[in-house]
DNA sequence: GAACCTAGTGTTGCACTTTT
DNA sequence: AAAAGTGCAACACTAGGTTC
């Protein structure tokens, strides 16, 4: 006996006639139960490698009401630093025996809310978050009101109970900006973001906060809110290299800029 | 053509039966 | 009595059939 080719996927009842077993003994035997003798064990496994059974994870969550499925919804999937968490996502949940459904929503609401639409159709187990900009709380209201679980990373929204996983924003911009201060530099400049997003607020006044303890004045310290892309970077070295004293060290938004 | 009904899809979990 | 295996309902949805 071979694998059928270009007809229907062959099923565990199939295997079941071949290894001369129920197909409940096949279930068993594919999640592994030591409730079936060795024997019984080698003849469905003997019948599933010739018939090139393929487990049927659709019908199995039909039976179950649940997915493996976890959706990753990122905001800008172009900037290597999401690319980075999303690889370091899929790793842990590929060991947990999930399996991630990444979306990128570009910073785009609506594009955010039929992400969301569709994963809630795909029956996902849980969902990891980092909002679009401009995103509402009450975007999420319909995911929790499903009893699927969502954590937000790297970006919070205000208002949102969501549970969050995030970097110390103003702890990690105050060290960044000591950082810059022990190297000697004494005009300091920060780089893009937008006031629209929490994390820029956070950041901002961690590296301002540092500014004023470590004896940095603010005459000499610049700040240019711009895009949180590569474009946003360069107009905001441009406008700050085009002053009279420009900065000698500047601390960026994010990896991009 | 609309509205409704039925059978079928693949797998699991539990209660039950058979075998040793 | 314990181990091994079986039968069947259930899940959400769709395609096809029937009736009006």
Redesign the pocket.
């Known amino acids: 006996m071979t694998a059928r080719a270009g007809k229907?996927?062959v099923?565990?009842?199939e295997i079941a006639a071949a290894a001369g077993?129920?197909?409940?003994?096949v279930?068993?035997v594919?999640?592994g139960s030591d409730?079936?003798?060795p024997?019984?064990r080698d003849r469905v496994n003997a019948a599933i490698r010739e018939l090139g059974y393929v487990?049927?994870r659709g019908?199995?969550n039909?039976?179950?009401?649940r997915s493996n499925i976890v959706g990753m919804i990122i905001n800008d999937l172009t900037n290597p630093f999401f690319a980075e968490l999303a690889v370091g996502i899929e790793r842990s949940f590929q060991s947990a025996g999930y399996v991630p459904f990444i979306a990128n929503t570009a910073e785009n609401p609506v594009r955010q809310e039929e992400v969301l639409k569709s994963m809630l159709e795909q029956g996902v187990a849980g969902l990891i978050v980092s909002p679009a900009r401009g995103s509402r709380p009450d975007a999420f209201r319909r995911v929790e009101a499903a009893g699927i679980p969502v954590v937000f990373a790297m970006r919070r929204l205000p208002e949102s109970r969501i549970p969050i996983v995030a970097p110390d924003n103003h702890r990690g911009a105050w060290l960044a900006a000591r950082h810059l201060v022990e190297r000697g530099h004494r005009r300091l400049a920060f780089f893009g973001g937008s006031a629209d997003l929490v994390v820029y607020h956070e950041r901002l006044e961690g590296f301002r906060e540092a500014c004023r303890q470590l004896g940095v004045p603010d005459r000499d310290v610049t700040v240019c809110e711009g895009e949180t892309h590569r474009k946003g970077g360069m107009a905001c070295l441009d406008t700050a290299m085009a002053g009279g004293a420009p900065p000698t060290a500047a601390l960026c938004f994010n990896d991009a800029v």
């Open positions: 229907e996927r099923t565990i009842i077993v129920s197909k409940s003994t279930s068993l594919l999640k409730s079936v003798h024997e019984t487990y049927n019908a199995a039909l039976r179950q009401a």
